[in-house]
């Protein structure tokens, strides 16, 4: 029931960008997500919904044919199976929210 940041491990899934699975069940999952300046998401699709809370930092964000630039404060939506990526342009961390949540996420 609850998640607590320092129990969470980080995992580093290289080129400047690493990741905390903070809570889920099978119908939704929050991600807390840190980027390095100059880190890149290639661009993507999966058939989750996705909610994008920008905590810190400065990103470039392309959603479908859309690329603006975000920052603390800001949130995105991501409809299933559209193409989207970032490069983040100011270090920082973003909270991402799946439904339904991401197995391939917690696959071993």
Do not use: W
């Not at 905590?55 to 193409?83: H, Q, R």
């Not at 342009?89 to 929210?97: I, R």
């Amino acid at each position: 029931m609850f998640a607590y940041n320092k129990d969470t491990k980080l995992d580093d899934l290289g080129d400047g960008i690493s990741r905390k699975i903070m809570a889920y069940s099978k119908n939704g999952m929050v991600v807390e997500v840190r980027f390095e300046e100059g880190a890149v998401a290639p661009l993507h699709s999966h058939p989750h919904e996705q909610f994008t809370y920008v905590i810190s930092g400065a990103f470039e964000f392309t959603i479908g044919d859309e690329t603006k630039l975000v920052s603390a404060g800001d949130a995105m939506y991501k409809e299933p199976n559209i193409i989207h990526g970032c490069k983040c342009v100011k270090a920082g961390m973003l909270l991402d929210s799946f439904v339904p949540m991401r197995e391939d996420f917690v696959e071993s």
